[in-house]
T-cell receptor, first 114, second 114 residues
Framework: AQSVTQLGSHVSVSEGALVLLRCNYSSSVPPYLFWYVQYPNQGLQLLLKYTSAATLVKGINGFEAEFKKSETSFHLTKPSAHMSDAAEYFCAVSDLEGGGKLIFGQGTELSVKP | ETGVTQSPTHLIKTRGQQVTLRCSSQSGHNTVSWYQQALGQGPQFIFQYYREEENGRGNFPPRFSGLQFPNYSSELNVNALELDDSALYLC?????????????FGSGTRLTVV
């Protein structure tokens, strides 16, 4: 069965600092991976997705993620945090045996300090 | 192009009652999924519909049921509501079923069972 694990339920950074949100996956075959962001009282917005075309994936709002098979990781980064980045971030994997349904991690809440 | 719209945005029901949540998928999308997101948790897959047929179901009891209509809109019905059903219910649509396709999420319906 496929799964994702997000390391750290809360991450706090200063404005302008590097953002690093960690996600590790478990899959016996090449996975399809996603990062979503959820602002308070809102639904999920797709940041980026990995579908095996390139290991470094660029998304919206300056975020990017690198797929590392050797480490089974798909960490999300942004060089310089903005106050507006404060939100909940979810890593997800597409279930190969479930019609493509998404299996989500527990989420990481990002706080940005001024 | 309109996104995914859900109604109502908030709902309060009494334990034992029944509820129907509605979702209009994004234009051109024929696959719709429903997720339950409890407070502080990642979304959990309930079920998915493709061209009016259920093509995937998560670990939810039969009192959770759904429909997809010819225009690809969808309903989630929950019978005999329990207190633990209190959650944010998210609808998501995709242009195709299968792995690797990103899902567009609605803003959700916040259900409170008292």
């Amino acid at each position: 069965a496929q799964s994702v694990t997000q390391l750290g339920s809360h991450v706090s950074v200063s404005e302008g600092a590097l953002v690093l949100l960690r996600c590790n996956y478990s899959s016996s075959v090449p996975p399809y991976l996603f990062w979503y962001v959820q602002y308070p009282n809102q639904g999920l917005q797709l940041l980026l997705k990995y579908t095996s075309a390139a290991t470094l994936v660029k998304g919206i709002n300056g975020f990017e993620a690198e797929f590392k098979k050797s480490e089974t990781s798909f960490h999300l980064t942004k060089p310089s945090a903005h106050m507006s980045d404060a939100a909940e971030y979810f890593c997800a994997v597409s279930d190969l045996e479930g019609g493509g349904k998404l299996i989500f991690g527990q989420g990481t809440e990002l706080s940005v300090k001024p | 192009e309109t996104g995914v719209t859900q109604s109502p945005t908030h709902l309060i029901k009494t334990r034992g009652q029944q509820v129907t949540l509605r979702c209009s998928s994004q234009s051109g999308h024929n696959t719709v999924s429903w997720y339950q997101q409890a407070l502080g948790q990642g979304p959990q897959f309930i079920f998915q519909y493709y061209r009016e047929e259920e093509n995937g179901r998560g670990n939810f009891p039969p009192r959770f049921s759904g429909l997809q209509f010819p225009n690809y809109s969808s309903e989630l019905n929950v019978n005999a509501l329990e207190l633990d059903d209190s959650a944010l219910y998210l609808c998501a649509s995709s242009e195709r079923t299968g792995v690797g396709y990103g899902y567009t999420f609605g803003s959700g319906t916040r259900l409170t069972v008292v």
